[in-house]
């Protein structure tokens, strides 16, 4: 009952995640999820770690996965952070790092988790809005007028818009604002987009969050990490403790050192959801759909006759479901995941006779 919940939960207005429905013979293209199985290697650790140990605490360091994403990353252990999928370690961040009285700044049309979190911790913050053609202004993001930001995040690429900025770019903005953690929330990063995990040792202020939720396959297991230097690192790992010291369970740690250890089958199924993307688009255009230039594992497209909405409620009732968002400047746009070539066939084929 509401009358014995906190002033805090009142005042809170959750996250939506996309649907999960269970509809038989379903064309799932709403949640960012890999088309592809995970790992063989990793599902034969998961197994394997499946055994009377399940009645011991998992590493509360996560050493084993810590050094292989260090190793992974070129970086040292102690500049890793890992928890129970990048949403936890994004919380931790708002927190640890990003809770400034001068502001958290962030895109207008950006990942929707970011005021929820400022309305959990009550952080201040500012909407810096995207350009015309939905890229993020970089010299936006910089001091003017002697205003500065208290903190910065940012994803990269973007969600739901798919653009993503150079290194050159991001490396302007943290360089930029050298009074703010800049946090790059890079979750959708390995679908064609550069990492700023190499400008790591140079910037003391940055701080770059990756999932093992999409390109990893591994979305069931709730895997994330954050990479910055070993302060920023110990602000995450203080936090942490005073909330849960064992954010990862054994089987997760299991699977996760094995997927990061599996690097040729992490790239050839990038490559795939990249080639399998192109051509989704071409078909898109093809069918005179807008589409923005895409470096994540979905796009985002509008067509210019047909609402938005419109064209999801009548893919739905063919069973395909994509994510459409109601918000200003983006209501006509659909996103969609980039499934397997024969989902996107049947997303394609449909939209013909829709559009027809």
Same mark, same amino acid.
Request: glycine share 6%.
């Given at each position: 009952?509401?009358?014995?919940?906190?002033?805090?939960?009142?005042?809170?207005?959750?996250?939506?995640?996309?649907?999960?429905?269970?509809?038989?013979?379903?064309?799932?293209?709403?949640?960012?999820?890999?088309?592809?199985?995970?790992?063989?290697?990793?599902?034969?650790?998961?197994?394997?770690?499946?055994?009377?140990?399940?009645?011991?605490?998992?590493?509360?360091?996560?050493?084993?996965?810590?050094?292989?994403?260090?190793?992974?990353?070129?970086?040292?252990?102690?500049? @890793?952070?890992? #928890?129970?999928? %990048?949403?936890?370690? !994004?919380?931790?961040? /708002?927190?640890? &790092? +990003?809770?400034?009285?001068?502001?958290?700044?962030?895109?207008?049309?950006?990942?929707?988790?970011?005021?929820?979190?400022?309305?959990?911790?009550?952080?201040?913050?500012?909407?810096?809005?995207?350009?015309?053609?939905?890229?993020?202004?970089?010299?936006?993001?910089?001091?003017?007028?002697?205003?500065?930001?208290?903190?910065?995040?940012?994803?990269?690429?973007?969600?739901?818009?798919?653009?993503?900025?150079?290194?050159?770019?991001?490396?302007?903005?943290?360089?930029?604002?050298?009074?703010?953690?800049?946090?790059?929330?890079?979750?959708? @990063?390995?679908? #064609?987009?550069? %990492?700023?995990?190499? !400008?790591?040792?140079? /910037?003391?202020? &940055? +701080?770059?969050?990756?999932?093992?939720?999409?390109?990893?396959?591994?979305?069931?297991?709730?895997?994330?990490?954050?990479?910055?230097?070993?302060?920023?690192?110990?602000?995450?790992?203080?936090?942490?403790?005073?909330?849960?010291?064992?954010?990862?369970?054994?089987?997760?740690?299991?699977?996760?050192?094995?997927?990061?250890?599996?690097?040729?089958?992490?790239?050839?199924?990038?490559?795939?959801?990249?080639?399998?993307?192109?051509?989704?688009?071409?078909?898109?255009?093809?069918?005179?759909?807008?589409?923005?230039?895409?470096?994540?594992?979905?796009?985002?497209?509008?067509?210019?006759?047909?609402?938005?909405?419109?064209?999801?409620?009548? &893919?739905?009732?063919?069973?395909?479901?994509?994510?459409?968002?109601?918000?200003?400047?983006?209501?006509?746009?659909?996103?969609?995941?980039?499934?397997?070539?024969?989902?996107?066939?049947?997303?394609?084929?449909?939209?013909?006779?829709?559009?027809?």
């Amino acid at each position: 009952m509401s009358q014995y919940w906190s002033a805090v939960v009142h005042g809170l207005t959750p996250y939506v995640p996309g649907e999960q429905p269970k509809l038989e013979q379903l064309v799932k293209l709403n949640t960012n999820e890999h088309p592809w199985p995970p790992s063989p290697k990793a599902l034969a650790a998961i197994a394997a770690a499946t055994d009377e140990r399940l009645r011991l605490y998992p590493d509360p360091n996560a050493d084993a996965l810590r050094t292989a994403l260090a190793h992974h990353h070129g970086l040292k252990p102690q500049q @890793v952070f890992v #928890g129970n999928g %990048s949403d936890e370690v !994004l919380a931790h961040a /708002f927190m640890a &790092l +990003l809770n400034h009285p001068a502001g958290l700044w962030f895109p207008d049309i950006s990942y929707s988790f970011y005021p929820v979190y400022c309305g959990l911790y009550g952080i201040p913050f500012r909407k810096v809005a995207l350009a015309a053609d939905f890229s993020l202004p970089v010299q936006d993001f910089l001091p003017q007028g002697g205003q500065a930001a208290g903190a910065i995040i940012f994803p990269n690429p973007n969600a739901p818009t798919g653009r993503a900025l150079s290194r050159a770019q991001v490396r302007e903005i943290v360089a930029g604002n050298p009074q703010a953690v800049v946090l790059v929330d890079e979750a959708y @990063v390995d679908f #064609g987009a550069e %990492s700023a995990d190499t !400008l790591i040792d140079e /910037f003391p202020n &940055l +701080l770059v969050s990756q999932t093992f939720s999409k390109s990893r396959s591994l979305a069931g297991l709730r895997v994330g990490y954050a990479l910055g230097q070993a302060p920023l690192i110990e602000a995450l790992e203080r936090v942490k403790n005073s909330f849960n010291s064992y954010p990862l369970d054994r089987l997760a740690l299991a699977g996760a050192v094995a997927s990061v250890e599996d690097d040729a089958y992490f790239r050839s199924q990038c490559q795939r959801v990249i080639d399998t993307r192109e051509a989704l688009v071409a078909d898109l255009h093809a069918l005179g759909f807008e589409v923005l230039p895409s470096a994540a594992n979905f796009v985002f497209a509008q067509h210019p006759r047909h609402a938005g909405a419109d064209l999801a409620a009548r &893919l739905r009732e063919r069973a395909i479901i994509v994510r459409h968002f109601k918000l200003p400047r983006i209501d006509n746009f659909l996103r969609i995941t980039v499934g397997t070539p024969e989902q996107c066939q049947a997303l394609t084929e449909a939209l013909r006779t829709i559009l027809s």
